[in-house]
DNA sequence: GTTTTGACGGTCT
DNA sequence: TAGACCGCCAAAA
């Protein structure tokens, strides 16, 4: 699609992502070709007034880096777990496990 | 217009 | 194996 706004794509792929799966920062900036995963991070900032679940994204460790963007530092938290995914000192569980990559199930030529 | 910071990632030491 | 540094692009101060 014509809309390059970076932003943009990382929100389509965002609320992409499947029910009780994961990615990660580096997976969309690589998938978009955005060339580094700060510019996703930023998009999430501002995309927290956006029904989005960007909850569901997360840094390279698994760790939830950003719930202290959400209204509370543990909803990020009870969003992933009440999806089945399981998380221990903000960390997800067997992130390997539930990591989805956008590629997997997305295409590239629809986020021209 | 310049500098600093940011929900990060990869590589080097 | 672990810690530190640099790079990426954009927005705000």
Redesign the pocket.
Known sequence: MKDNS?FKKVFRVTEAIPMGRVT????I?DFLA?????????A??K??HLSIP??R?V???GEL??R??FPTPTLMQELLENEGVEIINNKIVDFEKHFWHPGNDLNQEDFE
């Open positions: 970076y990660n920062y580096g997976a900036a955005l060339g580094s995963a700060r510019m996703v991070g930023w999430l900032n995309c927290e960007a909850h994204v840094n390279r460790k880096s950003g202290n963007q």
